[in-house]
């Protein structure tokens, strides 16, 4: 895509199908070209005009708005033609083949995806985490999400990053004037208060990681795999948490064989909520392989609600079943203990439970052997709200929507190299015989990747990742 930069390219800026409206998009170091051709006027710029946009024989394609963007005041920093046109797929397809045919003396192209904004980006428009922001709001699947993507392209996650670079420069020119003037008699680090300096932007770069974190949840969501033996009521809560039917349930074992997904949401968090098969041993073919599928997906999950059921909370075979089944999830994920079926224990359904010793109430057994254990009734909804809320706290969600900026897994992972090279450079700064060099060397290190977040320190390769994941047109 490099190489091709500097020819002009078109799209279909709208999504397929039918609509109201529908906009193709030209990007160019000079439009006038497409315009003559397709509107056979001048257009003033940034005035939408209304008019016949034109086949090769002059016949009308549609009738439609045109509206120029001159450079550099438009969105890709070069000449944009934007024609609005009524939203017929035939028809957006016969505009955009017009102004190809036009354009093809200066060897018009279709934009590849992600190519405006990718110039958008080169041309200084905006950075790199506005640019990404971009296709977060297009992607936003929870209002809180839209938001904060909103924030990150207003710039807001930029201007957190940069007070943190400027922090950082001021940082590494006390270290680098030192360096230069060893022969000084002042303590260039000790009077500038280097140390303190050092600290507080630790403590910035750990404010802004904790605020990027949950931007990072916003868009990404955290994946809760729901596991337990057969008849727990996994497919149970599952459709109480989402509030719809989408899993049968039976009083069958075995009736899930499948994974089963559904996207909720809690505080704008979206949660990818996946329904399991009952794990168990001596099971035939076909649920086997659910089985493994269940497995399979536990190993990937960001939190696992293991369900239990109270009824059986003191048969022996279940407790046992039970603990097989611990022994084998995964030790670096979050386990969620849930105790379903709260309902049941009432009433005349008791009777059918498998009595507690000195017929204590199991969910008092429950509650004395794991405190934080949450007891619920997927069947009436007792306890669900107390479930909502520890898996926010499993994701490790803390701030409100409104301060939160939208941000990515690789945000993240910068981030966390400009903290660890900070902390080195404390242990560095703290020795009696400071290694300046070393120091000097930490703190560019810190500092390149700040600025891989913005995207003034970027690879190509990484720039080409990022902009193919946009939709064409954008």
């Not at 109480?240 to 994974?259: C, S």
């Not at 109270?310 to 079943?321: I, M, N, Q, S, V």
């Not at 969620?336 to 009432?346: R, S, T, Y």
Request: charged share 25%; glycine share 8%; hydrophobic share 45%.
């Amino acid at each position: 895509m490099l190489a091709r930069l500097d020819q002009p390219i078109a799209a279909i800026a709208t999504a397929p199908g039918r609509g109201a409206v529908g906009i193709v998009r030209v990007s160019a170091k000079d439009v006038q070209p497409i315009v003559d051709a397709v509107c056979a006027r001048d257009l003033p710029p940034r005035q939408a005009v209304y008019l016949p946009l034109r086949a090769a024989d002059g016949s009308a394609i549609d009738q439609g708005l045109a509206i120029r963007f001159p450079a550099p005041h438009s969105y890709t920093g070069e000449d944009v033609l934007e024609l609005q046109a009524h939203g017929g797929p035939v028809v957006l397809q016969l505009l955009l083949a017009r102004c190809l045919e036009a354009g093809a003396g200066m060897n018009l192209r279709v934009a590849e995806p992600g190519e405006f904004t990718r110039r958008a980006f080169l041309n200084g428009k905006l950075d790199l985490a506005q640019a990404e922001a971009i296709a977060d709001l297009i992607d936003a699947s929870t209002e809180a999400a839209a938001r904060s993507a909103t924030r990150s392209l207003a710039g807001e996650f930029s201007r957190e990053v940069h007070a943190l670079r400027d922090a950082l420069i001021d940082l590494r020119m006390l270290v680098e004037a030192t360096l230069d003037f060893p022969e000084e008699e002042i303590d260039f680090l000790r009077k500038a208060d280097a140390q303190g300096q050092l600290e507080r932007l630790q403590a910035n770069v750990e404010r802004v990681m904790q605020r990027a974190h949950q931007g990072a949840l916003l868009r990404e969501g955290l994946h809760v795999v729901i596991a337990g033996q057969p008849n727990a009521g996994k497919s149970s809560l599952l459709n109480a948490l989402a509030g719809a039917e989408l899993a049968i349930v039976t009083p069958i074992p075995g009736t899930t064989r499948d994974v089963v997904r559904q996207t909720i949401q809690i505080e704008g968090v979206p949660l990818h909520v996946v329904d399991t098969a009952g794990l168990r041993e001596g099971a035939d073919q076909v649920e086997r392989i659910g089985i493994e599928r269940a497995w399979g997906q536990i190993e990937k999950a960001d939190a696992v609600l293991f369900l239990h059921d109270l009824t059986r909370a003191a048969a022996p075979d279940y407790r046992a079943a039970d603990e097989a089944i611990a022994a084998k999830l995964p030790r670096d994920v979050p386990v969620v203990e849930v105790w379903n079926k709260a309902d049941a224990v009432d009433g005349g359904v008791r009777a059918a439970a498998p009595t507690p010793p000195c017929g204590q109430d199991p969910r008092v057994a429950v509650s004395e052997a794991n405190p934080t254990a949450i007891t619920l009734s997927a069947r009436t909804g007792a306890g669900l709200d107390a479930l909502r809320r520890r898996l926010l706290e499993v994701a490790g969600w803390q701030a409100a929507p409104e301060g939160v900026f939208i941000a990515r897994e690789r945000h993240l992972q910068a981030l966390r190299r400009v903290d660890a090279h900070l902390m080195e450079a404390a242990a560095l700064l703290a020795r009696e015989a400071q290694a300046l060099d070393l120091l000097a060397e930490e703190l560019r290190l810190a500092q390149n990747a700040l600025a891989e977040i913005t995207g003034e320190f970027s690879a190509d390769d990484l720039l080409g990742v990022i902009f193919s994941r946009f939709c064409i047109g954008k």
